[in-house]
Nanobody
Framework: QVQLVESGGGLVQSGGSLRLSCAASGFTLDWHAIGWFRQAPGKEREGISCISSSDGTPYYHDSIKGRFTISRDNAKNTVYLQMNSLKPDDTAVYYC????????????????????WGQGTQVTVSS
């Protein structure tokens, strides 16, 4: 069965940290750039990060630069999002998604560029 499964979400206090995982099964992530998105209640889904398969180049939305780090372990078929210095505004459902190419680009935040999505994991940051 082909799927992406996010995990690692939860409830954390402001200033805390979480590490999200995006694990693939049924296919290999080696050939895909992977993006992280989030959707807060009443808001549109926004792209926050992307990591290329070809050279591991990361892209970050301004709102998370310096706080979040995207990484990948192709041997484990998993992509991670380390989230530090969390703020209440980071509260959202977080999704990972694959692109049908190996690289990210400056439009990494565009949901139309992704073809396969996980089910999401809830992150709640309390003040």
């Amino acid at each position: 069965q082909v799927q992406l499964v996010e995990s690692g979400g939860g409830l954390v206090q402001s200033g805390g940290s979480l590490r999200l995982s995006c694990a693939a099964s049924g296919f290999t992530l080696d050939w895909h750039a992977i993006g992280w998105f989030r959707q807060a209640p009443g808001k549109e889904r926004e792209g926050i990060s992307c990591i290329s398969s070809s050279d591991g180049t990361p892209y970050y939305h301004d709102s998370i630069k310096g706080r979040f780090t995207i990484s990948r372990d192709n041997a484990k078929n998993t992509v991670y999002l380390q989230m530090n210095s969390l703020k209440p505004d980071d509260t959202a459902v977080y999704y990972c998604a694959t692109r049908p190419v190996r690289f990210c680009d400056i439009r990494y935040y565009d949901t139309d560029r992704y073809n396969f999505w996980g089910q999401g994991t809830q992150v709640t940051v309390s003040s």
